[in-house]
């Protein structure tokens, strides 16, 4: 207990003094004050004194009862708080769930009411400072902080694989990713994802935002390479994807599942780079960690070894090295990471090339033949045509390996889009498959639906005469058995350009008029 300070000591002897000064000539005040100080002054200093030592105990109790009853709370409950939304969760092992501080609050009071009814650890007195101590801390517990049970990992990986990553470590190493952006790990790397993944991320983006008030957490994550320092930069691979992939609707309903998972990754492995030092899937390891093991030039000089050969008086015009270049970077699965500046450059130090007919001389590859070819074929054979609606690319496979005479093994449909879309950019593709306004030379596709039905019509007359409606159905059926694959129209391409020329002979019903 503290002592009394100097100038308190001061005023009770003063007081004491006046006191006695004033009533020392009156000599039955002066024996009351005796008596009073003799007697009666000490036993009730001393009660005082005692009351004060039985209320700093009480306390003393009541404070360390009430520690041990919250620290019991918190570890007993999985409560969590999200400021920026002004959120409680309630943690059930599985998912965090949006919780009402009014039940919170109930739950706290119900279970310090419970608390057994002795001196030392009834807590009924302190409830409404114990609930708003408990209260005050469950806001300073984010979900982030919190370690996933096993089943709220299995269920996070099952948004992303296999629907989206090909595989589990994939996947566990784009949730560590996320974890390092979200606490601020390795702030100069950059992560180059496939541009499929935008509307993933952009999503999850959304959601630590809405739950916890960041704006630009994912910044790192970008979707092509602007020539950053390769030391610093990894490659996100997500698999083989061509479509715009959307974010799983679990991604929305449980974000903070997601964030918490990717947060503890990231706190479990240190990082991301941390993850793919233990990782031994190889395949992974060594594709993120491509450009950091990796300068432009040894990149320039893999592609020239292996997509480039010698060859004297052959030549690769340039836009021709542009797309093999292009394939070559879809084989190893990596963007474009070198400018095409910077990219002629370096071919031209390391190849001859003719300025003047813009094409390097002596080099050859073995995909040239089959470009040079459909180039070729493309330009003697193909013509726009804008009443032409549609050509199937199957279709085009099939002319251009008839025109060539040569089966090209290993070249898909979707090589041949790629062409297209590399030389003609103008030309319209729907779909990877209905290449429109274009016609081919070697195959009048509207002819040939015209002539069959010219020729259904002329056998139907003088078979069975004509007073009987036929089905546009009925006319395919019999264009199909007259004509063999694989130039055979499709029956929706049959039914189009059958409706144009029929015209009002054809009703709704898919019937022909027999005036027809």
Not at 439 to 446: H, S, T, Y
């Amino acid at each position: 207990m503290a002592n009394i300070d100097s100038n308190t000591y001061q005023q009770l002897h003063t007081g004491l003094d006046n006191m006695i000064k004033k009533y020392s000539d009156n000599e039955y005040v002066s024996s009351r004050l005796q008596n009073y100080m003799d007697n009666m002054l000490p036993s009730y200093l001393e009660a005082a004194f005692q009351s004060q030592l039985q209320r700093e105990k009480r306390k003393i109790d009541l404070s360390n009862a009430s520690d041990i009853f919250i620290k019991k709370f918190l570890l007993k409950t999985r409560f969590y708080y999200t400021p920026h939304n002004e959120l409680f969760l309630n943690y059930d092992g599985q998912h965090f769930t949006g919780y009402s501080e009014d039940d919170i609050q109930h739950t706290i009071l119900s279970q310090v009411s419970a608390t057994p009814d002795t001196a030392e650890e009834n807590l009924r007195p302190w409830k409404h400072k114990i609930n708003k101590q408990i209260i005050r801390l469950i806001k300073e517990r984010s979900p982030l902080e919190a370690i996933p049970d096993s089943a709220t990992i299995q269920f996070v990986l099952k948004m992303l694989h296999p629907n989206i990553i090909s595989s589990r470590n994939h996947a566990k190493y784009f949730l560590t990713v996320i974890g390092d952006c979200l606490r601020n790990v390795n702030k100069d790397l950059i992560y180059v994802a496939s541009p499929v993944m935008k509307k993933v991320v952009r999503e999850i983006n959304v959601q630590i935002h809405t739950y916890f008030g960041h704006s630009n957490s994912l910044n790192a994550i970008k979707f092509k390479h602007y020539e950053h320092d390769y030391t610093n930069s990894r490659l996100l691979f997500i698999g083989e994807r061509s479509k715009s992939l959307d974010a799983p609707f679990e991604v929305s309903k449980h974000a903070v599942d997601f964030l918490c998972v990717a947060t503890h990754y990231s706190k479990r492995y240190t990082s991301a780079d941390g993850f793919l030092k233990q990782c031994t899937e190889m395949n992974l390891v060594n594709h993120s960690l491509y450009l950091h093991n990796n300068t432009p030039e040894s990149i320039v000089d893999t592609f020239l070894k292996t997509h480039i050969q010698h060859c004297s008086h052959a030549k690769i015009e340039k836009k021709n090295m542009v797309f093999i270049w292009k394939k070559f970077l879809e084989s190893i699965n990596i963007p474009n990471v070198i400018f095409y500046d910077s990219l002629m450059n370096k071919f031209k130090e390391k190849l001859s090339y003719d300025e003047t007919n813009e094409f390097f001389v002596n080099v050859t590859s073995s995909l040239l033949p089959v470009v040079s070819s459909f180039l070729s074929f493309w330009d003697e054979n193909m013509v726009e045509d804008h009443d032409e609606p549609e050509i199937e690319i199957d279709e085009i496979s099939t002319l251009f390996k008839k025109w060539t005479g040569k089966s090209f093994g290993g070249v898909e449909d979707e090589f041949l889009i790629e062409l297209i879309r590399h030389f003609y950019p103008d030309i319209a593709i729907e779909e990877d498959k209905y290449v429109f306004n274009v016609m081919c030379k070697l195959w009048d596709k509207r002819q040939s639906v015209i002539d069959s039905l010219e020729l259904y019509k002329n056998e139907s007359v003088s078979g069975e005469g004509d007073n009987e409606a036929k089905s546009l159905y009925q006319v395919y059926d019999s264009y199909t058995s007259l004509n063999m694959p694989p130039l055979v129209v499709s029956k929706r391409y049959f039914e189009k350009i059958a409706k144009e020329y029929l015209g009002e002979f054809l009703d709704e019903d898919g019937l022909i008029s027999p005036n027809w």
